[in-house]
């Protein structure tokens, strides 16, 4: 160990990939508590084809580290890549807080996309490798790395929450690029404390095909990968074929490589493991409502006055983030302290009570909102429906963060445990694509809360736009809350509410033979 290069008892370049992570996540987060808002405002989406715009948008930037992570691993190191994933970032960042052209900010989401594959995947690779292997100080580094990921989202969605919200959208988009761009300064600085560990893994980025360096290959694949998303964020059934096709290919590998290519033990763990790979969607498609349908609901359907401040809806996606950095120690010192009384949860349970908890989040939520029935009218008899109370939103994001603590770091964890090593990658990766999935899967669920009713409704105020009545203009500018509305979102999370819990109680059932086929394995 190389003491002259630690900082508080860890190697300096963990502050180094802390501070980047940090602003990357202030960039991505930030920009995300504020684009359905834009979508609907700026560019005049429907709340159905914004939800499913941002999933879609979701979906890719789980997609594409997969393909990061492979050219950085193959050729490019760590370094290169988080650094080229950074300058991808800062020009995405940069043109979102340009708001005259729509096809420059479909181009705008596509650079992010793309530099989110670049750079997620080899941050956190980089800090594994800066601890020698059994480094006992290997867990602490990444409990300090992910306070730096949770310090980032909370910060960029109070911030560009607030910003975008009063100020108008290029404020908030402007203060995400801004952060972004100290990232990419404190990284391009504090390489030199890196120590080596994120070079290319051999010369070969060095070698040459048709004239061009693999290196230069890979920035070029980089670009191609910029065009694609590019095209795919504008045609979102386009993100849905990927994913289903993508989807069948790793399944039909998945199985082919337990029953074909493993040992009876193997077999059993790669199973078990690719079942709860599974089963994350169904988690990942409910969890993920909050940066839509629940950000949407929050704004329009919850009294957000607090202090008789009325709190912008983008600022309560910081909720979840702060919540992760006050119930994480407790976790795992529970996980630790039950599992010395030998009845700590298997796997399969703390994933089944992932499912219940998002579950029960949902229905939670629909008690708060069914609480109070009562409406008025206006004077074109529209039926206005009575917000519900702030500290319902506190609840399900409360009790979304127990199951998220539940089932995320474990899932994460179980792969790296159940599957054989030769092929650990390529399970992480389909990690990855379900969670993918489960993000595409939230913008069909989210687009369910807008009713039929509802969008007939909408199309009777739309008529007001042009029309020749102050008031009837007026109602066009500030359509209220009605019943309609909120009983779209009531049915549609009583129904995936129950669904999650149905989920979860399958998923405990089937967690003996599970238990059984990962032979030990905790």
């Known amino acids: ?20 992570e940090m602003w990357e996540r202030f960039s991505f987060y930030g920009m995300k508590a504020i684009l359905i808002f834009y979508l609907m405002d700026r560019w005049d989406f429907e709340r159905g084809s914004g939800l499913v715009l941002l999933a879609s948008y979701a979906a890719l930037v789980y997609m594409t580290p997969v393909i990061g992570g492979m050219l950085a691993d193959r050729f490019l190191g760590s370094r290169k890549s988080v650094t080229y994933g950074a300058i991808l970032l800062v020009l995405g960042h940069g043109l979102m807080a340009y708001e005259q052209s729509e096809q420059l900010f479909y181009l705008a989401l596509a650079l992010i996309i793309s ?23 290997r867990d602490s580094g990444f409990t300090i790395f992910y306070m730096g990921i949770n310090i980032g989202a909370a910060s960029a969605s109070l911030l560009c929450g607030y910003l975008g919200s009063t100020y108008g959208w290029s404020y908030g988009f402007g203060a995400a690029g801004i952060g972004m761009f100290f990232g990419l300064l404190v990284f391009l600085w504090g390489q030199k404390f890196l120590d080596g560990h994120a070079e290319p893994p051999s010369e070969d980025y060095k070698k040459k095909f048709s004239g061009i360096t693999y290196e230069n290959w890979c920035y070029l694949s980089g670009i191609l990968m910029i065009i694609v998303c590019w095209v795919l964020i504008q045609y979102q059934n386009l993100v849905g074929g990927v994913l289903g096709g993508a989807g069948s290919i790793a399944i039909i590998f998945w199985l082919y490589y337990s029953l074909r290519k493993c040992d009876p033990v193997e077999r059993d763990k790669l199973l078990s493991v690719g079942v709860l790979v599974l089963f994350s969607i169904v988690f990942w498609a409910l969890f993920e ?42 976790f795992a010192i ?9 009845i700590e949860p298997s796997i399969p349970v703390k994933f089944a009570l992932g499912l219940f908890f998002v579950g029960l989040g949902f229905l939670l939520l629909v008690v708060g909102m069914s ?41 994460l964890s179980s792969v790296t445990k159940l599957a054989p090593q030769r092929i650990v990658g390529i399970m992480m990766g389909m990690w990855l694509l379900a969670s993918a999935a489960g993000s595409f899967a939230s913008g069909i669920i989210g687009k369910a809360t807008s009713s039929q009713e509802y969008r007939d409704l909408v199309d009777k105020f739309d008529e007001y736009k042009v ?10 500018e500030n359509m209220p809350y009605t019943a309609i509305e909120k009983t779209g979102f009531i049915d549609a999370y009583t129904t995936v509410g129950w669904g999650a819990i149905a989920f979860a109680a399958l998923l405990l059932l089937l967690s003996p033979l599970l238990v059984k086929m990962m032979h030990g394995t905790k």
């Open 371 to 411: 609480g109070d029935s009562s409406t008025n009218f206006t004077s074109d008899g529209i039926e206005v429906a009575v917000k519900t109370s702030v500290i319902w939103i506190f609840v399900i994001y409360l009790v979304h963060t127990i199951g998220e603590l539940c089932l995320s770091p474990v899932g």
């Open 1 to 20: 160990m190389n003491t002259t290069s630690d900082f508080l008892g860890h190697p300096k370049g963990l502050f180094v990939c802390f501070a980047t």
């Open 334 to 342: 529970l996980w630790v302290s039950l599992s010395k009384r030998n």
């Open 289 to 330: 409502q909050a940066g839509g349908s629940l950000n949407i609901l929050t704004d329009r359907g919850i009294n957000t006055s607090i202090g008789g401040w009325e709190v912008p809806a983008p600022m309560f996606q910081a909720v979840n983030a702060i919540f992760i950095f006050i119930l994480a120690p407790f």
């Open 115 to 137: 530099g989110v594959g670049f750079l997620k995947p080899n941050i956190s690779t980089m800090v594994g490798a800066l601890y020698p292997e059994g480094d006992k100080r």
């Open 467 to 476: 029309s020749d009545d102050p008031a009837e203009r007026a109602l066009y």
